[in-house]
C-alpha cells in the first residue's frame, strides 16, 4: 500500500495532471504554483482512498503493453477522481503554511538521586 502510494506521489504524469486540475480549480487565483503545490502535498493525494488499489491492478494486467504507465491511463485513476481528491484539498494553502498544534509539553525532570 505505502510503496504504491510512494509510486503515484513521484509518478511524473500524475503530478501533471494533479497540477492541471489544480490550475483549472483556480490555484494561480491565490498566488500559488500548480506544480509547486502538487510535490508538497503529494503524499497527500497520492493517498486517496482506492488509489493504490486502481493502481496496483493496472500494473497486474497482462494485457499491457510494455512500458505500461498508469499515471497516464485515465481508466485508472480517473480526471473525476483526481477532481474530488483536489477539491477535498481547497482552499488551497503552502505545506509550511499550515498551522500544527503544539507538541505536549514535557514531563517534569525528576530529581537527581
Excluded at 510503496?3 to 494533479?18: F, G
Excluded at 494561480?28 to 503529494?42: L, N, S, Y
Aim: proline residues 14%.
Amino acid at each position: 500500500m505505502y510503496l504504491t502510494q510512494s509510486a503515484i506521489a513521484d509518478d511524473s504524469n500524475m503530478k501533471l495532471r494533479v497540477a492541471s486540475c489544480a490550475a483549472q480549480q483556480g490555484i494561480t487565483d491565490v498566488g500559488i504554483d500548480p506544480d509547486q503545490w502538487t510535490q508538497e502535498w503529494r503524499r497527500v493525494w497520492s493517498a486517496s482512498p482506492g488509489w493504490d488499489a486502481a493502481w496496483e491492478s493496472a500494473l497486474a494486467n497482462p494485457d499491457n503493453p510494455t512500458g505500461y504507465q498508469p499515471g497516464a491511463d485515465p481508466a485508472v485513476i480517473t480526471d473525476g477522481q483526481i477532481l474530488a481528491q483536489v477539491q477535498a484539498m481547497m482552499p488551497f494553502r503552502h505545506a509550511s503554511n499550515v498551522a500544527y498544534p503544539p507538541p505536549p509539553p514535557l514531563p517534569p525532570s525528576l530529581p537527581a538521586p
